[in-house]
């Protein structure tokens, strides 16, 4: 079964940056694509960045300029490194891989467990 594991969300102030990491395991073959959403507390979950097997990325227009998704697929490891974070950053960060491919057969999507980011003013 795959798993996906989130890391490097924490406190920051204003202005700040962050980098998150999300390792996916379990005899992967390949996975599509990756990508980050995030929640705020009374809110939906909304798309962050994602970002596809040959390297396309997508980003949601409240952080173009500020973030960047990156993968690494020799490792099934996904990155987010959040510059210039702001208050309405916070929220739970949630990984996801959509199309994994592993030894043993097919997984539409995965999801981490969440790691919280909290910008403060």
């Known amino acids: 079964q795959v798993q996906l594991v989130e890391s490097g969300g924490g406190l920051v102030q204003a202005g700040g940056s962050l980098r998150l990491s999300c390792a996916a395991s379990g005899r992967i073959v390949s996975i599509n694509a990756m990508g980050w959403y995030r929640q705020a507390p009374g809110k939906e979950r909304e798309l962050v960045a994602s970002?596809?097997?040959?390297?396309?990325?997508n980003y949601a227009d409240s952080v173009k300029g500020r973030f960047t998704i990156s993968r690494d697929n020799a490792k099934n490891t996904a990155y987010l490194q959040m510059n210039s974070l702001k208050p309405e950053d916070t929220a739970v960060y949630y990984c996801n891989a959509v199309a994994v491919f592993t030894f043993t057969g097919y997984e539409n999507v995965r999801w981490g467990q969440g790691t919280q980011v909290t910008v403060s003013s």
């Open positions: 970002i596809a097997k040959d390297g396309s990325t």
